[in-house]
């Protein structure tokens, strides 16, 4: 006999189904909460490094307030914008932003700034576990300071792939003495005016200015000792651990330029999430993450526990004038104030970008998890190229410099306002003939603010083209991250992409990620599905480079998105159009 069997009257069976399937959304979001944060963002004085400088902090504190929640949560950000002179934006890294494309939080594209003054409330749900960060995605706040940790643990009843006794968190950033203001009329100068390497990395917003902790046991090249007296601000954060445990360490990077590696004197780890997606869990004695990246390593504390042990962070892919930056692992019972007796960890030589690649191509995606789908629908290769406009240093994409039009791509496009921006298709390709290791022939270039429409639910390769910069022999590494989506990374190659590589594509368990790296004169192959209505930034997560042009928009699905806030809207020509709805 079926359930309903028992009910003659069709209506009494309709109510009972319905009944039915409420209570099941009912039982489904028992687990889930709505986590409500109160922020206000300001400049501060504040001594990152023992220099007291201005950063951009949140409620009072640098770096900004850890964000936790479980997965189907919803995560509610009211924001006051108390920085007097200059609009703010957060972008939620990570965070695909399913039907709330507003909230990614990137001026220009998916919101206006919030000026000076105003109130805003950003609010989204997580899907997803995983380690992520949050940071301003205006000018260069970034630079500034404006970051902090968001972590998403699994739902009620779930359980992680593995296990361990504890967990901390390594936001690692990079910091200047010049502020950024500065910074920015520095990059936008004619003659170009670049702005050095930082003074400082930081662990957590703490990091020493011209002295070592290991000094004092002789470990460091740095001859003078670190003085901590009076440095709550920046004495670094220890690390507390017990003998024979397993510990999570969560680590994202913030970083505005420096790519870095990353290693725990005497312990190995083994890396098991990148970018909230799990691993084929896989054993390394130090790591390289770039701006951008995510990381979850699992170590055991398994060394003499009668001594600490140094941490240490260390730039990669530049010739380091940066020192590394260093905290402690500290065994319990031992004193936290007893000094590791071995040297902080020796990075690989900045330039060893074999060493790179090895742990790069041992990312791989966990048994189980999502395959690409094997063919793709539109393939668009994109040039990283340095280039000049007018006498200006510029970065470029396919010879043209992202310059964001004043009205958000989201409202523009979703209400047809055909003047807000260029609406010629950016190019899909570049001259096959372009020598990639060798300066442009002809270094001009265009600015631009076209928009890559993408057919909704379509699949999408894209094909990131490193070359050589403005000065002979020069190729850098550039990591892209991508919002709204998650990537498979398909593979990495040297030299000049041709469709011959495509033989060496991992379509078997290619790593999901939101952010890769490209290195020198070499290429990677991504592939998504435009399947998340919206306007969605990528770009190269290092600073200068995205405030140089270094960056697309893609779009897809934009009349599926429902109703826009008006707050997001009210600037530009969407503004002007808001004003003249309310007139009617």
Not at 142 to 150: I, K, W
Not at 256 to 283: C, K, R
């Amino acid at each position: 006999m079926g359930f309903f069997t028992d009910y003659p009257c069709s209506d009494a069976r309709k109510f009972l189904l319905l009944w039915c399937c409420l209570s099941v959304l009912a039982v489904a979001s028992l687990g889930s909460k709505t986590r409500h944060f109160k922020w206000q963002v300001e400049y501060l004085y504040w001594s990152p490094d023992g220099v007291e400088n201005v950063v951009m902090g949140i409620n009072g504190r640098f770096p900004g307030p850890t964000i936790r929640a479980k997965v189907g949560d919803t995560v509610s950000v009211g924001l006051t914008n108390k920085l007097q002179t200059e609009g703010v934006v957060i972008h939620w890294h990570g965070i695909r932003q399913f039907g709330t494309p507003w909230a990614d939080g990137t001026a220009s594209i998916s919101q206006c700034v919030i000026n000076p003054g105003e109130n805003s409330v950003y609010r989204f749900k997580v899907d997803k576990a995983g380690t992520f960060f949050y940071h301003g995605h205006y000018g260069m706040q970034r630079s500034a300071g404006l970051y902090g940790s968001l972590i998403v643990d699994v739902a009620e009843g779930k359980k992680e792939p593995f296990h361990y006794d504890g967990e901390f968190s390594l936001l690692l950033s990079d910091w200047w003495h010049k502020d950024v203001h500065q910074q920015e009329v520095d990059l936008t100068s004619k003659p170009f005016r670049w702005i050095g390497e930082p003074q400082t990395l930081l662990i957590n917003g703490r990091g020493q200015y011209n002295c070592s902790l290991a000094a004092r046991s002789g470990n460091s090249s740095l001859s003078t000792p670190c003085t901590l007296k009076g440095s709550e601000q920046y004495a670094p954060q220890i690390l507390h651990v017990r003998p024979n445990k397993t510990y999570r360490l969560r680590v994202a990077s913030t970083t505005a330029l420096a790519s870095l590696n990353l290693a725990i004197g005497n312990h190995s780890m083994i890396v098991v999430e990148a970018d909230g997606n799990y691993l084929q869990p896989f054993s390394t004695t130090d790591m390289d993450i770039y701006s951008g990246e995510t990381y979850s390593v699992l170590f055991t504390t398994n060394q003499d526990p009668s001594k600490n042990y140094w941490i240490s962070a260390s730039v990669r892919g530049r010739e380091p004038k940066t020192p590394q930056v260093l905290t402690i692992l500290n065994y319990s019972p031992t004193s936290a104030s007893k000094l590791p007796p071995s040297p902080p960890p020796v990075s690989p030589r900045w330039d060893d970008y074999d060493h790179s690649k090895s742990f790069t191509n041992k990312v791989l995606a966990l048994m189980g998890s999502p395959k690409p789908p094997s063919n793709y629908h539109r393939r668009i290769s994109l040039l990283n190229t340095q280039n000049t406009i007018n006498g200006y240093t510029r970065w470029a994409i396919n010879n043209v410099s992202l310059s964001l039009p004043t009205s958000p791509y989201l409202g523009s496009i979703k209400f047809g306002l055909n003047n807000a921006f260029d609406h010629k298709n950016p190019p899909d390709n570049f001259s096959s003939l372009y020598e990639i290791t060798k300066p442009p022939v002809n270094p001009n270039s265009t600015y631009g603010n076209g928009v890559y429409m993408l057919d909704f639910n379509t699949t999408i390769d894209v094909i990131l083209q490193n070359a050589n910069a403005l000065k002979a022999n020069v190729s850098e590494i550039h990591p892209w991250h991508l919002h709204g989506h998650d990537f498979w990374v398909l593979g990495y190659g040297e030299g000049k992409f041709s469709t011959k590589d495509e033989a060496k594509f991992n379509l078997k368990n290619p790593p999901l990620r939101n952010t890769a790296v490209i290195f020198p004169y070499g290429w990677t192959a991504l592939r998504f599905v435009a399947n998340n209505p919206g306007a969605w930034a990528f770009h190269c997560h290092i600073e200068p480079h995205l405030h140089m042009g270094m960056g697309v928009v893609f779009a897809e699905g934009v009349h599926h998105v429902g109703r826009i806030p008006n707050e997001a809207l009210a600037c530009g020509m969407t503004g002007k159009m808001l004003m003249n709805n309310n007139r009617n």
